[in-house]
């Protein structure tokens, strides 16, 4: 029956946590529903510079390592750079999202991007900083099953990034 409620009504079903991911289909179709939202059209950069200039705010060394640097926190949101990196991390979350299914996939998605971040610099503990900046963006958007969906999706996610990170660091050895 639960499986015919969640087609007929496209709520997603609760019961099938994934072994890896942790995450139900309940939680894979509200992340892919609420995603949809953050990242189609217009709303794709002003996403990305939400994320982005909350994560300035309170982290404002971390501006240090883009190439949009020394644009004043004032001048970001209409320097074509800043922006342009906006999308394309909207465009890698996408992607990742995309794959929310397909473990394998999903796995080495979020283990490029801990990998591709070393030779830029980026501290491993900065993942979990941006999780709280997206759950704390998210929270305005968001009711709590949807939030709870995301914080595990993004505990999964940045965990996954952050460990591939120390093991392609080498200057740590």
């Keep these: 029956m639960g499986i015919v ?3 007929f009504w496209d709520t997603g079903r609760t019961d099938d ?4 991911t942790g995450l139900t289909s309940r939680d894979v179709y509200l992340i ?5 939202t953050l990242s189609d059209g217009d709303a794709t950069v002003k996403t990305g510079m939400e994320m982005f200039l909350k994560l300035f705010e309170k982290n404002p060394q971390y501006q240090q390592l883009f190439p949009f640097r020394d644009t004043p926190k004032e001048e970001l949101t209409s320097n074509n750079r800043f922006r342009a990196h906006c999308i394309s ?3 890698a979350f996408t992607s ?4 929310i299914t397909n473990v394998l996939l ?3 998605l979020l283990k490029k991007q801990g990998a591709a971040h070393v030779p830029r610099g980026v501290p491993v503990h900065a993942y979990s900083e941006l999780k709280d ?3 704390e963006l998210f929270s305005k958007q968001m009711n709590k099953e949807e939030l709870t969906s995301w ?4 505990k999964f996610g940045f965990t996954t990034i952050a460990e591939e990170a120390k093991s392609t660091d080498t200057s740590k050895g």
């Design 96 to 99: 990742i999202i995309a794959n």
């Design 17 to 20: 946590a994934d072994p890896v």
């Design 5 to 7: 409620a969640s087609n």
């Design 151 to 154: 914080d595990k999706f993004l």
């Design 133 to 135: 900046v997206l759950m």
């Design 106 to 108: 999903l796995n080495e």
């Design 89 to 91: 991390v909207i465009y």
């Design 32 to 36: 892919t529903k609420t995603w949809k």
